[in-house]
Structures are given as C-alpha cells and as structure tokens.
C-alpha cells in the first residue's frame, strides 16, 4: 500500500467573507480555542500520518509562516513541546512553505506544489477547515489514504451531506452508483444551483490525489471570477475515464470552518466551550447570558442583564 506522507495546505485565499478581520492578517490564523485553525488543520494531518507539510501562502499571510517557524529557513523540525504537543507526538515534522503570487482560485494554489510533490501521490487539507471527533484529530485523511491504496484511483475527496439550500457553497460530487461510506462519482460541480445540483454530497476540504491532477489543473480553463477551481480539474479527470471516490464524513466528524463570520463564530464557541481548562466555566457564563442574566452585573448585586 502507498504510503502518503505529503500534504499541502492551501491558506492563500483572501478571505474576503470576514473582512475587516482579514483585511492584513490570515483567516487561517484566527483562533479556534487556544489554537489557530491552520494549527489544528496540520495536527489533524500528522495524526494521519502525513508529516510533509507544504503550506501554500500569499499576500498578508505571513503570520503563518512565523507561527511554525521554530527552525530556520522556512523548513523547520516541530520541537517545541509546549506548542505543538500534539504534532510531537507523532514524531518529526517538516513544513515547507510557497507562495501563490496573484490568488487565481484553489486550483492554481495547489499547482504551485509541483516541485514539491514530484510524482508522488499527495493530500490537500484546506486551511481554514477542521475537522475533528470528540474534540481530536478526524480520521477522515486515513480512510482516504486506505482507499487510495487499495483501488488506486486518481483522486478521493472528503464529503458530506449538505441541506439543499446550501449545496451553491460548496463543489457537489454525483454518485456513479448509489452512496455509502465511500462511493465512486461519475461527475462533480463546483458550485451548483440547487436546481443544478447532482446530490446534496458537499466536496468537504479533504482530497488525496495522484500526480495526475497537475497537468488537469494546467489545462483547466479559468472561471468567470478569473479563478481555476480545483473542482473543474477534477472534472476533467472524469471526463477523461479516471477513477475518482467520495469518502463521507463519520457520524461523529465534524467540519468546522472559518471561511465565514457565523461558521467562524460557531467554531470558536464550541472550541471554547470544550476547553479543559476554562470550557466549565465559560459554558456557565454563556448559559447565563442566554438565560438574560449578564453574569458581571449579577455578580456585582445589580439588575438582571435587560
Ligand atoms: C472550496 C472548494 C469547494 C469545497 C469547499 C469546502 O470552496 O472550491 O469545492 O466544497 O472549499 O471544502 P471555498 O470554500 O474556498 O469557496
């Protein structure tokens, strides 16, 4: 079985949807709990097993390269416990980093991994993604790797199912025949109407690809924002009779991200509230706030909060 052990993390988005949080500092970088999303995307992968990290930046994005730069030169070995407990134990990691110079969509972010992939199949883990299971690393990217190993396919994506009326959000895949945990697609759209939408199954920030993809992601012609999605190249492969598999998201998976201000907010909260040290505490002080009671006031004898 192959054994995958590169990941890129694109993180070169502008983040517009959270502006002016984002205007001069990553959305990747906004904290979900004590950690920063990009920090918890790369211990997710290295609970996987994939401990070559290449993290794709751009412009105002350098916070991120300083936040894992504990070595020197861009290539550092992750040593410092107190950070990054969890990326030590398991073992050494590298993480390398490239920039995307003009952002032109997820497609041509992850083309700029070429020199660093060679011709070795490889993962992509969106930067402002989690996904994670009981407040641990998901196991989303192992299934895949297993399932990439044993029927050899050019790609395998993480989905999950979405309501209708979001399915525009997101690149929906079209099951070739029938779902299951992991489902082989005849065709996948990058964000569909509703009307337009082969299934309600959302491509969900996970992928393992074989080399292929780079020579897709060359000849996949720009969209209408000028972008080259990642989703059209893939569609490309299809069309061309390659193999490409679903992997769905486990009951107790769950997809946080930070790509706008609600799902943003929700993540923090709940990463917060599941804190071990302060969460108790914080979930009384929200519970009281909810109930009508500003906790400060109440503390100091004065009226309920309203
Ligand atoms: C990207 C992809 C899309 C995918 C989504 C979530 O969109 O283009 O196919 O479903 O991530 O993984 P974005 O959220 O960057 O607009």
Redesign the pocket.
């Known amino acids: 079985m192959t054994t995958i052990r590169k990941v890129i993390i694109p993180a070169a988005?502008l983040g517009t949807r959270l502006y002016p949080i984002t205007k001069a500092q990553p959305k990747e970088m906004l904290p979900l709990g004590r950690k920063p999303a990009i920090q918890i995307v790369a211990e997710e992968a290295v609970a996987n097993g994939l401990d070559q990290i290449l993290i794709i930046t751009g412009q105002h994005k350098r916070a991120i390269e300083d936040h894992f730069d504990i070595g020197l030169n861009g290539h550092s070995s992750a040593t410092n416990h107190n950070f990054f407990p969890n990326i030590l134990s398991n073992g050494d990691v590298s993480f390398f980093f490239v920039r995307q110079s003009r952002p032109r969509g997820?497609g041509d972010a992850v083309a700029e991994a070429l020199p660093f992939v060679g011709d070795e199949p490889f993962a992509v883990a969106?930067g402002d993604?989690v996904i994670t299971e009981g407040g641990c690393p998901a196991g989303v990217l192992q299934r895949m790797g297993e399932l990439f190993g044993d029927r050899r396919p050019a790609a395998v994506v993480a989905v999950r199912q979405v309501p209708d009326d979001a399915v525009s959000?997101?690149?929906v895949v079209e099951p070739s025949n029938g779902v299951g945990e992991a489902f082989s697609i005849s065709d996948i759209i990058?964000k569909p109407q509703p009307s337009e939408a082969p299934s309600n199954f959302?491509?969900?920030?996970r992928y393992i690809f074989s080399p292929q993809i780079f020579s897709y992601i060359a000849r996949t012609p720009k969209d209408d924002s000028g972008e080259v999605?990642?989703?059209d190249a893939m569609r490309l492969m299809l069309q061309d009779g390659h193999d490409i598999w679903a992997v769905t998201l486990a009951s107790g998976e769950i997809r946080y991200d930070v790509?706008n201000f609600y799902e943003y907010a929700k993540a923090f909260i709940v990463m917060a509230l599941a804190d071990p040290e302060e969460g108790t505490a914080l979930s009384q002080y929200v519970k009281e706030i909810v109930n009508g009671r500003h906790p400060a006031k109440a503390a100091n004898g004065e009226e309920d909060w309203e």
Not at 202 to 205: I, L, S, Y
Request: glycine fraction near 18%; charged fraction near 5%; avoid cysteine.
């Open positions: 988005g997820l969106l993604a959000s997101y690149g990058e959302a491509v969900t920030a999605q990642l989703t790509g």
